[in-house]
Nanobody, 120 residues
């Protein structure tokens, strides 16, 4: 069993910053990719950023230059530093990871999400 737990969400004014954290725990042999997604009310879940085990980072165009994904591979943790936040960034942010486990094929897991609200 693998669990992803996010933290760090909250309420912030436009232009402010937040740092989200996600920790993966359980019967993990390897984490190949860790990602952040977000879902705003009435909208589909969308990709925000990803980081591979090799350190390759990708960002959606909407957050490029403002958000930074980083991680501590040995601790199975990933962070999302969010700067210059805008009201459009308001959403539930989800951690996602491709995880290999003992006796099981690699699969994707999701956290429960953390709310980020940016006021204008």
């Amino acid at each position: 069993q693998v669990q992803l737990v996010e933290s760090g969400g909250g309420l912030v004014q436009a232009g402010g910053s937040l740092r989200l954290s996600c920790v993966a725990s359980g019967s993990i042999t390897a984490i190949n990719v860790m990602r952040w997604f977000r879902q705003a009310p009435g909208k589909q879940r969308e990709f925000v950023a990803s980081m591979s085990s090799g350190g390759v980072r990708n960002y959606s165009d909407s957050v490029k230059g403002r958000f930074t994904i980083s991680g501590e591979n040995g601790k199975n943790m990933v962070y999302l530093q969010m700067n210059s936040l805008k009201p459009d960034d308001t959403a539930v942010y989800y951690c996602n990871a491709d995880v290999s486990s003992w006796g099981a094929a690699a699969r994707a897991y999701w956290g429960q999400g953390t709310q980020v609200t940016v006021s204008s």
